[in-house]
């Protein structure tokens, strides 16, 4: 069965709905944008796995922005403006990480990520982690141990694949649904 393309007015009743809080409306609108969005990021960032989590911070933020959408803008140019954010504030923050990791302790590592930090930006992270952790509990394992290797402890593809005896495919598979399903808990568990 052919996919239909949502007119606008499809896509304005979405936005409304999403608006007034309709949670479903808006999975409608990250369906809709999702590709669209994470091939822009892709040819920016030249990384898929980095391309795709910053689309999903792109989506967590428009969701929690959505109030102040103003319909005399295209909801593509909205959102492709946020995910244009989104990928600037992901290079600026790795273009900092790029220091020398030799002979680091884990207290010069926590300093270094929070340095630029105030405190009350320093809770917040802190309660984003604690709320991450929550949210990781609940997924499946299937999907849990998938996101733990490559996010935790920064396995690549291959050795996720190698360490689950599973082929690649089916480990981006798993590590997209499973992004998917934190998005939808996420979004839930803002309400």
């Known amino acids: 069965m052919p996919s239909i393309t949502p007119t606008s007015a499809q896509i304005a009743v979405w936005v409304q709905q999403a608006q007034n809080g309709d949670h479903t409306a ?13 091939a822009h990021l892709q040819q920016r960032l030249h990384n898929l796995s980095d391309a795709e989590d910053v689309t999903m911070q792109a989506f967590t933020n428009a969701f929690e922005k959505i109030a102040t959408y103003s319909p005399q803008y295209q909801f593509s140019t909205w959102i492709y403006n946020i995910a244009n954010h ?31 930090k105030n405190p009350e930006e320093t809770i917040i992270a802190e309660q984003d982690i604690a709320l991450t952790k929550l949210l990781l509990s609940k997924l499946s394992p299937t999907y849990r141990q998938v996101i733990e290797l490559r996010y935790l ?39």
């Not at 808006?26 to 994470?38: A, C, D, H, N, P």
């Not at 680091?104 to 300093?111: A, E, I, Q, V």
């Not at 690549?156 to 998005?183: N, W």
């Open 26 to 38: 808006f999975s409608q609108l990250m369906k809709r944008y999702k590709e669209g969005v994470m």
């Open 86 to 116: 989104c990928c600037t504030d992901f290079e600026r923050k790795h273009k900092d990480q790029l220091v020398s990791i030799d002979n680091l302790s884990d207290k010069d590592t926590y300093n270094a990520q929070h340095a630029d």
């Open 153 to 191: 402890h920064e396995f690549a593809y291959e050795e996720i694949a190698k360490k689950l005896h599973l082929p690649i495919g089916t480990v981006k598979t798993r590590l997209s649904r499973g992004k998917d399903l934190l998005v939808k808990m996420l979004v839930n568990s803002k309400v």
